[in-house]
Every structure is written in structure tokens, then in C-alpha cells.
């Protein structure tokens, strides 16, 4: 019986290094081992842009990405999402650490993704052609005979079902530029599109007759922006809100907003603690 149970603690012994190697890292300690956190991001500008020639990124997104970096004294390594709403999948392989710009934009990501406290948020509208006269109440905007048009895997997809069920849905690749949606409307090939306003105005600087909200005072949805993890990484989340309350505390966030974005019906700033009534 002695010599049994000698070679049973034996074989577990021997075991034990096996299983602390078949442990996966975490993505904290990848961010800490390496001093480098991967950021997945999706073009989207003004909020991420990338120069086709040299492969920069700037934007609203690189310049809250570099403050944050430089808070942690971490270095950035960009990694390129294959499409919007392929977060779940990169995050869980590992190809990158958190998203960028990141919110509930599908609504069963919250299932897998934890989203960090907000940088800011964002209000989305129903917009159509600014020549466009047809619409004079949102109610109009759930019929067959309107036509959307939105991305796979974003919000502006997930939001038509929701809210418009008996429009037609004209859905575009999760790899389109969105500046295709917004196309789509200024051709006549769509109707409607859910869209932020900092995108719309960045399309309308150099596309006629460009689009418009409809009903301005009254968004369809308003989404928190910050950062996006794995549900099994409370350690990198945990951290990610520590540096994102130093952003707002410093004043760091605002300002990139208002330098990329300078209409200011397309964010609202958070809140401070301090600021907010009791």
C-alpha cells in the first residue's frame, strides 16, 4: 500500500510542471511580461484612422490610446481587426489585448467582452439624404417600404431589428469602409442609415448632398466608448479603469475629442464624480 501511494505522489509530482505550462497567460500578464498592450481597432474615422502609405494610425482613438499608454508607461502595438465586430474571436485568441473605441455595438458581445468605464459617449440617429422630405415622424421609418442599410456585426444592423423590424435591411460586409452605408444613402440605394454623428460630419466635408439627422433631438440609442476585454481578464480591466480615470482627472480625454471631432452634437463628455449632483 506505502510503495502504491509513493508512486501515485511520484506521477503527480511529475505532472504538476505539465499542467503549469498548459496555463494559459492572461493578457495581463502578456501586457506585463511584454510592456506592450495590443490594440485591436477597426478604420473608422475621425475615430481611427490609417494612412494607407506609411500604415499610421491617428484620431480620436490613437491620441486616447498614446495618453493611456504613457500613463501606464506601456508601448502600443496597433493590431488591425479583420472587421467590425470581430472583437470577441482577436480577443480571445490573444491577437490583441483590448479594442479601441470599443462598446456594445452588438449586443451579445456582452457576453464575452467586460467594457471599461467610458471616455465618453456617443448618440446614434437616424440619418437620411439631407434633400430628403419623405419623413416627418421616426414611426414612419419601421415599413416595408423603408430601406436601411448597416454594416454586419455593428450597430447599425443590430438596432434596425430592434427598433424597425418591418423596414428592409440592406446589410454591407463587416469589412466595408463606412463611408460605404453612408453612400448608399447619397446614391438612393438606401433610405436610412444608424450612424454616429462624428462620422456622418467627417463623410459631408467631401460627399454632397450628404446626409442629415432625422429628428436630431431624439437619438435612437447612446453608446458608452472606452475600452474592451475578455470577461476573464479582471486584472487588465481593473487596470484600464484605473488609467481611464486618471485620463478624465487630468483633463486628458475632452480636448482629443474636441480636436478631431469640433461639432459638439457628437459626444457627451462624462461626467466627474465630483460634478455629478447628490
Known amino acids: 500500500m506505502r510503495k502504491f501511494l509513493s508512486i501515485c505522489l511520484l506521477v503527480l509530482i511529475a505532472a504538476l510542471p505539465a ?15 511584454t510592456g506592450t498592450i495590443k490594440a485591436g481597432y477597426s478604420v473608422w474615422p475621425p475615430y481611427q484612422i490609417k494612412d494607407p502609405n506609411t500604415g499610421e494610425i491617428s484620431g480620436v482613438a490613437a491620441d486616447h490610446m498614446k495618453i493611456f499608454a504613457n500613463l501606464l508607461g506601456l508601448k502600443v502595438e ?26 456594445p455595438y452588438v449586443f451579445s458581445m456582452i457576453k464575452f467582452i467586460d467594457f471599461a468605464d467610458p471616455l465618453f459617449y456617443v448618440p446614434v440617429h437616424a440619418y437620411v439624404r439631407q434633400d430628403n422630405k419623405r419623413f416627418h415622424k421616426l414611426e414612419e421609418l419601421n415599413s416595408p417600404d423603408v430601406t436601411f442599410v448597416g454594416l ?29 452605408m453612408m453612400t448608399d444613402i447619397n446614391t438612393g440605394k438606401a433610405d436610412v442609415a444608424i ?19 432625422f429628428a436630431p433631438d431624439a437619438p435612437v440609442a447612446v453608446y458608452p466608448i472606452g475600452y474592451g476585454a ?9 487596470m484600464i479603469n484605473s488609467a481611464t480615470a486618471m485620463m478624465h482627472n487630468t483633463n486628458a480625454v475632452n480636448p482629443v475629442l474636441e480636436k478631431w471631432i469640433p461639432e459638439k452634437d457628437s459626444y457627451y463628455f462624462v461626467a466627474k464624480p465630483y460634478e455629478v449632483p447628490q
Not at 499542467?19 to 511580461?33: L, W
Request: charged share 30%.
Open 19 to 33: 499542467a503549469a505550462q498548459d496555463k494559459k497567460e492572461s493578457a495581463y500578464e502578456r501586457v506585463m511580461r
Open 230 to 238: 475578455m470577461k476573464d481578464d479582471g486584472k487588465l480591466l481593473a
Open 78 to 103: 496597433w493590431v488591425e481587426l479583420p472587421g467590425v465586430g470581430t472583437e470577441v474571436e482577436e480577443l480571445k485568441s490573444g491577437r490583441c489585448d483590448v479594442a479601441v473605441n470599443d462598446g
Open 152 to 180: 454586419d456585426g455593428d450597430l447599425s444592423v443590430s438596432l434596425v431589428g430592434l427598433f424597425y423590424p418591418k423596414a428592409k435591411l440592406r446589410t454591407l460586409p463587416a469589412t466595408s469602409d463606412p463611408s460605404m
Open 195 to 213: 450612424i454616429d454623428p462624428g462620422t456622418v460630419h467627417n463623410f459631408n466635408k467631401n460627399n454632397k448632398p450628404g446626409l442629415s439627422a
